[in-house]
């Protein structure tokens, strides 16, 4: 061997050795370049969950927000729905008032009780048809059997007959029904 062989044989393991004598002289630096690859390992999964929660907190704040919106919204449309309500009724009944009003106009010209007779019944038909098409409906009592859900006995009339027994004998006040549910029970007489 010569002299260059072993220079070169002596600095290729004084490399490592610097390589190595570094490492041991600062050995925390070391430990530290190892720390910091497993903490930038942990500290990823922990920024990613906290990030993942603040993204979850922010759409959970947006949808109590939401919420609360839709809440205050509904408030406020029952509110106005409870005020205003009966405007389709009231805008539906007017024309029978207009008719009312006409027919008291000409009940003072007239002295003939039939026209007058003629002008209320034709008003009654038109706020019958009137309320008819708002869902209101006469509970028919005619010749109806007793029923609790619809009607209400003010009378037991005594002495009718097994055919007359538990049937509506005479009505005397009117009950009515709106789409289905009974607003006013048929005050009714009932044989026994």
Same mark, same amino acid.
């Given at each position: 061997? &010569? ?10 393991? %004084? ?7 570094? /490492?041991? /002289? ?26 993942? &929660? ?9 949808? %109590?927000? /939401? ?13 106005? +729905?409870?005020?205003? #309500?009966? @405007?389709?009724?009231?805008? !539906? ?7 009312? @009003? ?12 039939? =026209? ?5 019944? +034709? ?26 859900? %619809?009607?209400?006995? =003010? ?16 009505? +005397?006040?009117? #009950? ?9 029970? !048929?005050?009714?007489? %009932? #044989?026994?």
């Amino acid at each position: 061997m &010569n002299i260059e062989d072993e220079e070169t044989l002596n600095e290729a393991p %004084v490399e490592e050795t610097d390589n190595q004598a570094e /490492e041991s /002289e600062n050995p925390e630096n070391a430990e530290n370049s190892e720390n910091a690859e497993e903490s930038s390992e942990e500290q990823d999964p922990l920024e990613k969950a906290l990030t993942e &929660n603040a993204e979850l907190k922010d759409k959970w704040l947006r949808s %109590v927000a /939401e919420f609360e919106n839709y809440r205050k919204r509904t408030l406020k449309e029952r509110a106005e +729905l409870i005020l205003n #309500g009966g @405007e389709k009724f009231i805008t !539906a009944i007017l024309p029978v008032l207009d008719d009312m @009003e006409r027919a008291i106009e000409n009940g003072a010209k007239t002295d003939d009780p039939a =026209v007058l007779r003629e002008g209320m019944e +034709l008003i009654y038909q038109k706020f019958m048809k009137t309320l008819e098409a708002q869902g209101v409906n006469k509970i028919e009592t005619e010749n109806a059997d007793f029923d609790t859900d %619809v009607h209400e006995a =003010v009378a037991m009339v005594p002495g009718m007959g097994d055919d007359k027994k538990g049937k509506v004998i005479d009505c +005397l006040q009117q #009950g009515y029904k709106l789409n289905d549910k009974v607003i006013r029970h !048929a005050k009714v007489a %009932v #044989g026994q």
